[in-house]
């Protein structure tokens, strides 16, 4: 039997093993669609779904449901509204995992958040989103950078 510790070793050699050989093999497309459909993951796992509901059902207003989910979502940035968009600027990496110390930080998750910000603006707004990560630390860059596009 082994215990908790050399379990999450074994978990992180695993995912990083598993993410290098799907980059390796996949072409960018395929690679980025199968990590995006991930993206609901985290948002029910922590309950950040359940969150984005609440926000959507009880605020009306577009400005009002923005400020609730930078109260009540955790976030590495504040999401600002501009216009038809919303931005948010990170200076260090959102995702959990990566945050956490349990995975170590590779390009592919940030198809993931990019995906994770989709699943929660398309129920926070109530319909179909368009998510930009116009920078990504996990891909060089300084800092991360999304734009959500809306209806």
Avoid at 112 to 135: P, W
Wanted: with cysteine; hydrophobic share 40%; charged share 25%.
């Amino acid at each position: 039997m082994t215990d908790e510790g050399s379990c999450v070793e074994f978990l992180r050699a695993w995912v990083a093993l598993l993410l290098s050989s799907t980059e390796n093999e996949l072409d960018r497309t395929t690679m980025k669609r199968l990590l995006e459909s991930c993206r609901r993951v985290c948002a029910v796992h922590y309950g950040f779904i359940k969150l984005a509901q609440f926000i959507a059902k009880s605020a009306t207003e577009i400005d009002e449901r923005l400020e609730r989910a930078n109260q009540e979502i955790p976030w590495c940035g504040k999401w600002v509204r501009e216009d038809d968009s919303i931005h948010a600027v990170c200076e260090s990496c959102g995702c959990p995992p990566v945050r956490k110390g349990l995975v170590t930080l590779s390009p592919a998750f940030c198809d993931c958040s990019q995906g994770y910000v989709k699943a929660l603006f398309e129920v926070i707004l109530g319909g179909s989103v368009i998510v930009e990560l116009a920078q990504s630390i996990g891909q060089g860059g300084p800092v991360c950078r999304y734009v959500v596009r809306f209806q």
